[in-house]
């Protein structure tokens, strides 16, 4: 379950980033985006996330004090608009007609 959980988060996570105009959320906002979705995890849960999508090539990041301000890039907005897949995320449903 935790995997599944973890795939679901990362999908939540490049989508709230894909729908800023910018292409950028701090950890605090996109855990709340989580939570909204149902998955209640830590600041420091959110981090390790992040993490992995930065290893992947999803997100760049930088540190800002407490707070990890991520950015989406080209490699994981392709995922989000299906285009490719990164393994260990979830794959986006198809949009319906």
């Known amino acids: 379950m935790d995997a599944l ?8 996570i490049l ?10 959320l701090n950890s605090e906002l996109l855990r709340q985006a989580l939570e909204h ?17 930065a290893s992947m090539g999803a997100v760049a990041i930088i540190t800002a004090n407490t707070v990890r301000v991520a950015t989406l890039t080209s490699k994981g907005s392709d995922h989000v608009q299906r285009r490719l ?3 260990g995320v979830k794959r986006p449903s198809r949009v319906e007609a």
């Open 5 to 12: 959980i973890r795939q679901e988060a990362r999908l939540i």
């Open 15 to 24: 989508r709230a980033l894909e729908q800023e105009s910018d292409g950028r």
């Open 85 to 87: 897949v990164i393994e």
């Open 37 to 53: 979705f149902g998955i209640t995890r830590s600041r420091d849960w959110v981090h390790d996330e992040l993490n992995w999508l």
